[in-house]
């Protein structure tokens, strides 16, 4: 079992900059893909970044240039980097990991079956 909390949301205006932390705990070992993923109310779920073995990265176009996305593997950490925030970043942001995973597949969520609970991301225009 493989437990995930988030934690660095917050608010922030429009051009700011907010850095997401999600720790894994329990049985952490290879967790091949941990990603991130955002949720708006009504809406469906949506990948915004992913890293699997190898360090190897995967981005949603519509962050791509302004997030990046990081692992640290020694301390079962997973890393968002936000620039540039839009006030369209505003969500319910997603850890995510997954014993096997496709990097190809990383940002659907089908391919992830540990999530955490979320936190709460708002950018003000």
């Known amino acids: 079992q493989v437990q995930l909390v988030e934690s660095g949301g917050g608010s922030v205006q429009a051009g700011g900059f907010l850095k997401l932390s999600c720790a894994a705990s329990?049985?952490?070992?290879?967790?091949?893909?941990m990603g991130w993923f955002r949720q708006v109310p009504g809406k469906e779920r949506e990948g915004v970044a992913s890293?699997?073995?190898?360090?190897?990265?995967n981005y949603a176009g519509s962050v791509k240039g302004r997030f990046t996305v990081s692992r640290d593997n020694a301390e079962n950490t997973l890393y968002l980097r936000m620039y540039s925030l839009k006030p369209e970043d505003t969500a319910m942001y997603y850890c995510?990991?997954?014993?096997?995973?496709?990097?190809?597949?990383?940002?659907?969520?089908?391919?992830?079956?540990?999530w955490g609970q979320g936190t709460q991301v708002t950018v003000s225009s």
């Open positions: 890293v699997a073995t190898g360090d190897n990265t």
């Open positions: 995510a990991a997954n014993r096997q995973c496709l990097w190809s597949r990383s940002l659907q969520s089908t391919s992830y079956d540990y």
């Open positions: 329990g049985y952490t070992v290879s967790l091949s893909c």
